[in-house]
């Protein structure tokens, strides 16, 4: 049971706009607006008008004259709720929406709470969790990867999968269950084989979808890069050559940058989160210190470490720099960027070029200061992660609830396996095959809580 009272918000964004859109959702929403509805040409009322139609007309306040508007009529249960809804196209000052808001609100409704139309749409079955989830990434989508990942789980790509693990598990559960009901007669409704053999390819898919969130991580909140080095290499120059601005201050003092300066990007349809840190040296400034752990923090977060060098000086300290770096990472992508090429000697160069390079390892040479070879920079930083799974719409977990119970799904699978191989009870299997179905099905909604539903619906916008 839900509230059923009926709901009101504005759905496009605050401020002044060409048009803005009021939305209307309950049993009562063609009533409330019926009262403050007057169509001039349709002496129809808008509860006598079919479903699907656009009605032109004016919005009265007694008989003061509020605005002409445009009036959406869509008929439970085939709307974007499963209610009726009704959508008011008015002019976009914030005046007249708030007037038409008070109005509805005076005829009835209440203000709707964040998510609450994608709540009830989910509540009236229109969508499970999952998708109504994948709304608020929609809305979000800042690239055109997001989007498409966004737009694959809200049309169920995400819930079809899950479901069907579901479905192929609660075979053998019930099996299982009816095992113990004749436990006293010792025997084996489900075969321990076959049961192995569907664990054995249900944990294969969830680690396959559980490994797949670290590419809808980045697709959906970008590609985190820090830009690790000495200083005076040129990491600030760097960062604003990239950003196009001065966000960094660039100086011939040794120790400028003393905190992480980070912003966001769009290049060329990628998100990438750029992160500029400290000058890596030996110092006695507590400051700096701090700024340079911070360094190392950010070089373990990082998804790209961006290990900038002057190539113009020893060569020999930036092959010490490099494996000092390798030490300290894991399975980041390491790109070594000799900067300084424009006062750099050809010999220097080509010593560095013949340094050897490990897997995840790339090295390029560039003139930040002059924007020689950022395209290939660019480049290499896009090819480090494999975006071909977007294109061949392929499930991709971008959400860290879905996630996280896709992993105690995943050991409780693992369990079941193991338990299966060394004989153990049914009652046991049952445990742990319950288990796994409980966080699958926590995925979609088919098991959820009050609390769980709030955090989720309290993220998005008012009017969604």
Excluded at 1 to 29: H, K, N, Y
Excluded at 167 to 193: P, T
Excluded at 294 to 311: C, G, H, M, P, W
Aim: net charge negative; charged share 25%.
């Amino acid at each position: 049971m839900f509230d059923q009272s009926t709901i009101c918000a504005i759905s496009t964004p605050p401020g002044i706009g060409g048009i803005a859109v009021i939305r209307l959702s309950g049993s009562e929403a063609v009533s409330i607006a019926e009262k403050a509805f007057v169509s001039p040409k349709d002496s129809k009322k808008l509860a006598e008008q079919g479903a699907n139609t656009l009605h032109f007309g004016v919005i009265k306040s007694g008989k003061k004259l509020i605005d002409e508007v445009v009036v959406s009529l869509f008929r439970a249960p085939h709307s974007y709720t499963g209610e009726d809804i009704v959508e008011i196209s008015c002019h976009g000052s914030t005046y007249i929406q708030q007037q038409v808001l008070e109005i509805l609100i005076l005829n009835g409704a209440r203000l709707a709470r964040p998510g609450e139309f994608t709540q009830r749409a989910f509540l009236n079955g229109k969508m499970d969790l999952s998708q109504a989830e994948a709304v608020a990434d929609l809305i979000s989508s800042g690239n055109a990867a997001a989007h498409k990942m966004a737009i694959n789980q809200m049309r169920g790509g995400f819930a079809r999968e899950i479901n069907y693990l579901r479905s192929e598990l609660l075979k053998f559960a019930a099996l299982i269950e009816l095992e113990l009901d004749f436990s006293e007669e010792d025997v084996e409704f489900a075969d321990r084989s076959l049961l192995i053999e569907l664990s054995t390819r249900i944990s294969s898919l969830l680690k396959k979808l559980t490994e797949s969130f670290r590419l809808g991580n980045v697709i959906k909140n970008g590609i985190p890069v820090a830009i690790i080095g000495e200083t005076n290499v040129g990491k600030s120059t760097l960062l604003n050559t990239l950003l196009n601005e001065d966000k960094a201050i660039v100086s011939d003092i040794h120790g400028t940058t003393r905190d992480v300066i980070e912003d966001v990007v769009n290049i060329d349809g990628t998100l990438f989160r750029f992160a500029d840190t400290a000058g890596l040296r030996e110092t006695t400034d507590i400051i700096e210190t701090m700024g340079i752990e911070r360094s190392y923090n950010q070089l373990v977060k990082a998804e790209i470490v961006l290990l900038v060098t002057d190539i113009s000086g020893s060569v020999e300290s930036i092959i010490e720099r490099i494996w000092n770096i390798r030490s300290k990472i894991v399975n980041q992508h390491l790109i070594i960027i000799a900067n300084k090429v424009d006062i750099a000697t050809e010999e220097a160069q080509n010593k560095l070029s013949r340094f050897p390079l490990q897997p995840r390892e790339a090295l390029i040479f560039v003139s930040a200061k002059n924007r020689e070879n950022l395209d290939n920079l660019i480049q290499l930083m896009k090819q480090t992660i494999d975006f071909g799974a977007v294109g061949n719409e392929e499930v991709i977990v971008s959400n860290v609830r879905h996630y996280e119970a896709l992993n105690l799904a995943f050991n409780a699978i693992v369990r079941v396996i193991v338990g299966l191989e060394s004989g153990i009870s049914g009652d046991f299997l049952a445990q742990d095959i319950r288990e796994c179905l409980h966080y699958l099905g926590e995925i979609t909604g088919e098991i959820t809580t009050d609390e769980v539903l709030g955090h989720i619906f309290k993220n998005f916008c008012i009017g969604k």
